[in-house]
T-cell receptor, first 116, second 111 residues
Framework: DGGITQSPKYLFRKEGQNVTLSCEQN?????MYWYRQDPGQGLRLIYY???????QKGDIAEGYSVSREKKESFPLTVTSAQKNPTAFYLC???????????????FGPGTRLLVL | QKEVEQDPGPLSVPEGAIVSLNCTYS??????FMWYRQYSRKGPELLMY????GNKEDGRFTAQVDKSSKYISLFIRDSQPSDSATYLC???????????FGTGTRLQVFP
């Protein structure tokens, strides 16, 4: 059963703590993406990766870090430098980079991050 | 001005109504257009994909693209309460390696 999985479903962060959100896909997609969704603001791109061992900053990368050591996995770390981390985080993947191609993005179920 | 504009709603309609959801955009290089449906606290799921101008129909859903007006639409016929969700438009083109999303329109279909 192919798809994108995200864990955990809910995550609580204490002040000053780094937390890592997991994203795994078994679709054999090259490109992976992390978005943040806040009420009334739509999806904002945090980081994306078009190939293993390479990634680029999106529109709101400050306070976040990523790695892409395996094709299937693209974890996102929310660092203590991110002062307003409460949001719904969505991971997505596509066969290739979405621009200039017909490859659409498929999303995971999301992780809701809350600050204690 | 945002690259993609979408009315946030909420749009409230009775069951059986025809629903029209719209997005406008400013970048004339956009040529790939998508509609996603997102239920509350879930990830978006791809509904419709259209390349360049024209119409595409899938069951009760029809996507229209008018590149001359930089305007895209999603029509839902015979709307059902199960269609109640947020609908996001998204688009990309040759000059970007990212999808650009609208903010989403919240639709409520009441019995």
């Amino acid at each position: 059963d192919g798809g994108i999985t995200q864990s955990p479903k809910y995550l609580f962060r204490k002040e000053g703590q780094n937390v890592t959100l997991s994203c795994e896909q078994n679709l054999n997609h090259d490109a992976m993406y992390w978005y943040r969704q806040d009420p009334g603001q739509g999806l904002r791109l945090i980081y994306y990766s078009q190939i293993v061992n390479d990634f680029q900053k999106g529109d709101i990368a400050e306070g976040y870090s990523v790695s892409r050591e395996k094709k299937e996995s693209f974890p996102l770390t929310v660092t203590s430098a991110q002062k307003n981390p409460t949001a719904f985080y969505l991971c997505a993947s596509s066969m290739e980079s979405s621009g200039g191609s017909q490859e659409t993005q498929y999303f995971g179920p999301g992780t809701r991050l809350l600050v204690l | 001005q945002k690259e993609v504009e979408q009315d946030p709603g909420p749009l409230s309609v009775p069951e059986g109504a025809i629903v029209s959801l719209n997005c406008t955009y400013s970048n004339s290089a956009f040529q790939y257009f998508m509609w996603y449906r997102q239920y509350s606290r879930k990830g978006p799921e791809l509904l419709m994909y259209t390349y360049s101008s024209g119409n595409k129909e899938d069951g009760r859903f029809t996507a229209q693209v008018d590149k001359s007006s930089k305007y895209i639409s999603l029509f839902i016929r015979d709307s059902q309460p199960s269609d109640s969700a947020t609908y996001l438009c998204a688009m990309s083109g040759w000059d970007t390696d990212k999808l650009i999303f609208g903010t989403g329109t919240r639709l409520q279909v009441f019995p």
